[in-house]
C-alpha cells in the first residue's frame, strides 16, 4: 500500500494518504450529517451539522492513525524498523520494516495498536460524561467513543492479519518455538474469518442491507487476500531455506563488445540463440556494466540500430549484486527492497551471471518436479 499524498512525519515515520481513502471519508462524512447527527440535534442547521460531520470525520481518521502510531512506537522500541503509515479505504496501515524476531515483540507490537483503540475509546468516553449537555460536543464523543471501541474489538478477531491474528501467531510460536507453523495457523484462521465476512456480507446484501452487505464482503476479499498472500510467501521462504543464490541464478549471459548494436544483438544473439542477458566490455574485454532485454526494450525498435550496448547498459557502478553464496531468501529480499525484478550476481572475482524472479520460480518448479 503506497501513499498518493505526503502528510508528513510524526516520530519520523512518513503518514500518507492512499486515493481510495477519499472514497471512505466521504461516506463516512456523509453519514455522519445526514444520518446521525440530524437525529441527535433535529434543531441544529444542515450546514452546521456538516462543519461537526467534517470535524468528527477527521478525528475519526486522527484514532485510526493513533492505532497505527501504537503498533509503531512498539515496533521501533523493538528495533525494527517503520517505512510509513498509509491511510486507505479500510482504514491504516502500518509498514513495519521487517518480522519481529521473537513472539514476545510480535505480541507487544500487534497488541499495542488495540490499546491505543481501547485508550482513546476511554478518552472520548470520560470526554462524553463530562460534555453530555453540550450540542455539538456530546454526540461526536459518543460517536469517537463507540469508533474506537469497534477499532479494538474488530481488530482483535483471530484472523491474520488482523491484530487478533498476529496475536494468536505470536501465541503459537511461542507455544511451538515454529514461526513458519506459527504463520500457516494465523494465516488460516484469517481465511476463515474472511470467509465468514464474505458470507455474512452476502447474506446481508439478501436480506436488504445492500451498502453494509457489499462492504463486509470487500472487507473479507481484501483480508482474504492479504491472508493467502502470507500463506503463500512463508511456504515459499520455508521452500527456499537453505538455497543458495548460486542454485537458482543464470550463468548464460555471455559477453558483448561495447560498440556492438542493440540491432545486432537482438539480431544475433537474442533471436538466433536465445540469449537474454549480456556482459558488455570495453576495448580490453574488462566488463564494463549488464545489459538485459528489459534495457534493450526501453529503446524505441527504429533507433536499435544506432544505439550501442554501451549507452543503454547498467554501469558496473550502478548494478545492484548479490554473492552465489548468499542465501535466495536474502536476495529475494533485497530485490525487493530495491524494488528491481533482476539482480546481476558477482563473487570476488567478477561478474558471473544474473538472478531473476523467473529463475526463482523455475528453480521451484525443477525441485518440486523432482519431489525435493
Ligand atoms: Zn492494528
Redesign the pocket.
Known sequence: MNSNIKLGKIMGIPIGIHASWFLIFFLITWSLATGYLPQEYPKISSSINLIVAVITSVLFFGSVLF??L??SAVALRNQIPVKGITLFIFGGV?QIGREPSTPGAEFRI?IA??LASLFLAGLFGGLYLLDQQIPYLSAPSLYLMRINLILALF?MIPGFP??GGRVLRAIVWKLSGNFVRATQIASASGQVVAFGFIALGIFSVFSGQLMNGLWLAFIGWFLQNAAASTAYQVNMQERLRGSTVAQAMSRDCTQVPGLMTLNQIVQERVLSQGQHCFFVTDFSGAKIGVLTLQDITRVPQLQWRYTAAQTVMTPLHRLVTVEPDMELIAALKKMDDENLSEVSVADQYGLVGMLSRDNVVRYLKLRSHLKM
Do not use: K, M
Request: charged fraction near 20%.
Open positions: 492505532h497505527e501504537g503498533h502500518a500487534a495498536g488495540p481488530n488482523l491484530d
